[in-house]
């Protein structure tokens, strides 16, 4: 069993930047992917970023790449998602989550199925 706490979010005018945390309770955190999903008002949860156990490979959606950064410090037990050049259609609430299985070294889980546990979420709202 892992549980995730995330902090930081907020609002912020367009353009501006955000870092999300998300931090997990177990060890075993570190030897699976990690991944970011967003959910805004009205809509599905969809994929944001996600990294593999051994960091060495990561995976965007199109309309964030570029713009956002997803990363890990296995030592604090933390996945980090930096938001950077924030646009009003990033407005919706982050998840964070950990993947169900292992995976290659370069596995990024795209879809929530293939996560198992979740954050609490945390709100993002961005001005224009």
């Known amino acids: 069993q892992v549980q995730l706490v995330q902090s930081g979010g907020g609002l912020v005018q367009a353009g501006g930047s955000l870092r999300l945390s998300c931090a997990a309770s177990?060890?075993?955190?570190?030897?699976?992917?990690v991944g970011w999903f967003r959910q805004a008002p009205g809509k599905e949860r969809e994929f944001v970023a996600a990294?593999?156990?051994?960091?060495?490979?990561?995976d965007y959606a199109g309309p964030v790449k570029g713009r956002f950064t997803i990363s890990r410090d296995d030592a604090k037990k933390t996945v980090f998602l930096q938001l950077n050049s924030l646009k009003p259609e990033d407005t919706a609430v982050y998840y964070c989550?950990?993947?169900?299985?292992?995976?290659?070294?370069?596995?990024?889980?795209?879809?929530?199925?293939?996560?198992?546990?979740w954050g609490q979420g945390t709100q993002v709202s961005v001005s224009s």
């Open positions: 989550a950990v993947g169900t299985v292992r995976g290659s070294a370069y596995y990024t889980p795209l879809v929530r199925d293939e996560y198992s546990y």
């Open positions: 177990a060890r075993t955190f570190t030897m699976y992917p």
């Open positions: 990294l593999s156990w051994s960091g060495r490979a990561t």
